[in-house]
């Protein structure tokens, strides 16, 4: 009998692994770190790729798992850095796929001994933005100065407090004639579209409105930017296919995040999200209640595909300057908890970017199974982190970013070795900065490298 395979990109592990449902949440992420591990159809360059791919993958499993690899990992805090690197800036490659994929592959390169590699999935296709009049960015060239290194999210009111209803109602339905038409200009005509669930036998009742020639002109701008962005999904994957076949893992396996900043970011805004806090907090757990089980079952979805088990989760109203520990307790972490459970007991292992301070949420957020994810800090005290969270989970970070983008190699390198010091015995622990450098220079990310090098190796057990 001939077992499944999967190539690099495809395959859905739990359709493979025949009793998927009888596996504990253990099982399935041995089975998951099998296959980050085995990179099944991935055709490695020479021998020395494979190997380096191996060793690499071993140090991340086993830091999560909480034990001791050869050395501590490094999470290179690259962000748009490759474009800058290779002579470019963040609108070039976010307009010209070729300087991209040149960009990145330079970067690859010039950095051969990094532990992972991540392709420029976050470099948005600037044509297909612009294709829809995409408004919930702005971007160099389009709302920003064209030498801006990173994107501006718009904030707006993208539903509004009397609306809730239409959301809790129908999460599809609101997306497609509520939020879609609000969130980019080509999309307005949607708004004119008939519930397209009315459970009536006799179609051209709702036929009739794809008639409509404003929505007609909507749905061929949609295909439009379609194509465009497949455009760009193929050079991404190309530049996947390259660092794989050279031995770069990749450590994320998709994205996902707390249901309460979905609510924030995309629709109801800082100032609308405070206020029915207040005013209507049973709206927003109702809310809540909706949105967590999509947040989970999409991210479940989109890792079936991946080989890193590893979710990304960027997080940003749950900081201490955001809200009180009780508000924490009250409308944030309860659904998110909910998702991090959701994705644990798929096998996966989130990986929450704790954006701000969450130094008075430590004792909170340690209550999970015991290995089982990641947490990723910016602005923390790692020694707390590491007696209280660190004994249960992994936690990775916090160079000051500071010191990356103005520092001196020998900063950067005294500083790893300090966070190394407190953070790394006993395993669990993941070298890097508290956010990405853009504009950074590449001695400072070559320190950090070298750092874990020589003084986060650990010594063999007699």
């Avoid at 991340?60 to 470019?88: C, N, W």
């Avoid at 409105?209 to 295909?223: H, N, W």
């Avoid at 805004?269 to 999509?294: C, F, N, S, W």
């Avoid at 209280?388 to 020998?410: F, R, Y």
Wanted: net charge neutral; glycine share 8%; proline share 7%.
């Amino acid at each position: 009998m001939v077992s499944p395979r999967f190539d690099f990109t495809m395959g859905d592990i739990t359709r493979t692994v025949g009793n998927w449902s009888e596996l504990t949440p253990e099982q399935r992420r041995a089975e998951r770190f099998k296959k980050w591990l085995a990179a099944p159809g991935v055709k490695f360059r020479d021998p020395q790729a494979k190997k380096l791919y191996r060793e690499r993958v071993t140090r991340f499993q086993k830091t999560i798992s909480l034990e001791e690899p050869d050395r501590v990992p490094v999470m290179l805090p690259a962000g748009y850095f490759p474009a800058y690197h290779a002579g470019y800036d963040l609108k070039t490659v976010m307009y010209d796929y070729a300087r991209l994929k040149e960009a990145w592959l330079k970067f690859m390169n010039d950095f051969s001994d990094m532990d992972t590699f991540g392709p420029p999935g976050l470099v948005l296709p600037a044509r297909a933005l612009e294709i829809i009049d995409h408004r919930i960015h702005r971007w160099p060239g389009h709302g920003l100065g064209d030498d801006v290194p990173m994107y501006q999210f718009v904030e707006g009111e993208y539903i509004k407090a009397d609306e809730y209803d239409k959301l809790i109602q129908d999460p599809t339905d609101f997306w497609l004639r509520t939020f879609m038409p609000r969130q980019a200009g080509a999309f307005a005509p949607l708004a004119r579209l008939p519930h397209l669930t009315p459970f009536i036998g006799i179609p051209v009742f709702y036929l009739s409105r794809f008639g409509d020639r404003e929505i007609q002109k909507a749905l061929k701008t949609m295909m439009a930017a379609g194509d465009e962005v497949v455009r760009w999904q193929k050079v991404v994957m190309e530049i996947a296919t390259i660092a794989l076949e050279a031995g770069f893992p990749p450590l994320s396996g998709g994205m996902s995040g707390a249901p309460f900043d979905m609510l924030t970011d995309m629709l109801r805004g800082t100032h609308g999200i405070v206020m029915d806090m207040y005013r209507q907090p049973a709206k927003i757990h109702e809310a809540l209640r909706v949105i967590t089980p999509i947040v989970i079952q999409e991210a479940v979805n989109n890792a079936k595909n991946a080989i890193s088990p590893v979710i990304m989760m960027p997080l940003h109203k749950g900081d201490k300057t955001f809200m009180s520990q009780k508000q924490f307790e009250t409308f944030y972490w309860p659904s998110f908890r909910e998702v991090l459970m959701g994705l644990i007991n798929e096998g996966l292992v989130p990986m929450p970017f704790a954006e701000g301070n969450y130094i008075p949420r430590l004792e909170t957020i340690r209550e999970m199974p015991r290995a089982s994810m990641i947490w990723y800090f910016e602005y923390m005290d790692m020694a707390e982190a590491k007696k209280i969270v660190g004994s249960n989970l992994c936690i990775a970070g916090n160079l000051p970013v500071s010191i990356m983008m103005t520092g001196t190699p020998e900063a950067v390198r005294e500083g790893c070795r300090q966070l190394i010091e407190t953070c790394a015995p006993g395993g669990g622990y993941i070298l890097s900065a508290s956010a990405s450098v853009d504009r950074g220079n590449a001695a400072n990310l070559r320190a950090m490298l070298a750092a874990a090098r020589e003084y986060g190796v650990y010594k063999k057990k007699r």
